[in-house]
């Protein structure tokens, strides 16, 4: 058998023309199991972003390397708190600053001046923060059941040991691990190589950006939405323009990205009309499946492998032609492949987490399959967030697609929403 009947023979209950989407999950992920990238770059940190560690990052040293204090005030042997019940007054004997260890020793019944960050000397483990305290001629006072011994001190190691995973592999570098990553000294760090995606449009009834309108005719918007997305993934993309409805020209398109590329992203031609010779062109080329899928809007999509060269199949994701069905379609499903094509951990590579909300208004549903409508998600003061409809939900229109930051995700099982119902919303940020 071949690796999609292998695969579809292993999936409980699959049925190409009426797949849930937890179904389609599943298929996904076993058949790009295989085609994970695995070749490695070494970069630059300013590179890094977005990129795919290759390895675990192991902490050199201690994070932080020493104890310090956590807070701007007056360090000193918490001992000193023991059996005072009103106020302790300390002598102040210097100033600690960031960055500079204090050379010196402090004895009992004197504070240390510390800044946030500042080393602790040894024999201090306590920091009065200074809004607590009252300073003059050289006294520090505070009330002392205003904190307790240890308060306001950072431990050596308290972040990372030295010898620990800071990072591990699989984990896709955001700005908050560039600091990281900056924090412990590394100019440099291994990532996978960018995962190369092609992408083109198909259609005689679509318009290249310049060409004349014409009766019947829409501009090409899925090839700018689907190099978005690609771009804001980090992918490598590969704008192989927009293809006719021409078995010939078709062919060769594909053959050219399964030769350069990983992945393959079309838009249209993947359902049953006549004129849709792109399925036709799939089945003869590579391993194809195709599905109807149990969703709206998205229902029909073709996966499958399209051999590039003896040694290499490129993953092939084909999308509806509708406008917003791609972006769904995508964001359900393609992105999260991709994710785990590029090497992203089980976590990175999940699809985007579900919000909770409450619904504004009434929302009509049948189960036996899932939807995807378009919703503007509001935060409530003390309550649950609020997400409205945006708009038109036809598949072909865009201009409620901007209007919203995320998709209601009404599941396969659930009946229509009454007004105030709780619901799940996947939203856009970092996405669309």
Known sequence: MSRIQDIAAALAGYDPQALDVDGVWTFLRELVAPAVVQETQDVALFDALGRVLASDVISPFDVPP????????????????????????????????????????????????????????????????????????????????????????????????????????????????????????????????????????????????????????????????????????????????????????????????????????????????????????????????????????????AVGLIGGNPSHSAVLFGLPGNPVAVMVTFLAFVRPALLQMMGCNIADAAPPPLLRARSAGAIRKKPGRTEYQRGFVQQVPGALPEVRIAGNQGSGVLSSMVAANGLVVLHHGQHSVAAGDEVDVMMFDGCI
Do not use: K
């Open 66 to 301: 020493h104890d310090n204090s956590a807070m701007d005030g007056f360090a000193f042997d918490g001992a000193r708190l023991d059996g005072v019940s009103g106020d302790l007054t300390l002598r102040v004997i210097g100033t600690a600053l960031a960055g500079a260890a204090w050379r010196g020793t402090v004895a009992a019944g004197e504070a240390l001046r510390i800044m946030t960050g500042a080393v602790m000397p040894a024999g201090l483990d306590t920091v009065v923060p200074q809004e607590f305290c009252h300073v003059a001629d050289g006294t520090v006072r505070f009330p002392a059941s205003a904190l307790r011994r240890g308060d306001n001190r950072r431990f050596a190691g308290e972040d990372l040991q030295a010898g620990t995973a800071a990072l591990h592999a699989g984990t896709r570098v955001t700005p908050a691990a560039l600091g990281l990553l900056a924090s412990l000294g590394l100019p440099r760090v291994t990532v996978r190589r960018r995962l190369r995606v092609a992408y083109f449009s198909t259609g005689d009834e679509i318009l290249s950006l310049g060409d004349t309108p014409r009766e019947g005719a829409v501009y090409d918007s899925n090839r700018y939405t689907v190099f978005g997305l690609l771009t804001r993934l980090g992918c490598e993309v590969i704008d192989l323009g927009m293809v006719r409805d021409d078995p010939t020209a078709l062919e060769a398109t594909l053959q050219r990205a399964a030769r350069e590329a990983d992945a393959i992203v079309t838009s249209g031609g993947v359902s049953v009309g006549e004129a849709d010779h792109t399925r036709a062109v799939m089945q003869r080329l590579g391993d194809m499946a195709f599905w109807r899928i149990a969703m709206r809007p998205g229902r029909p999509m």
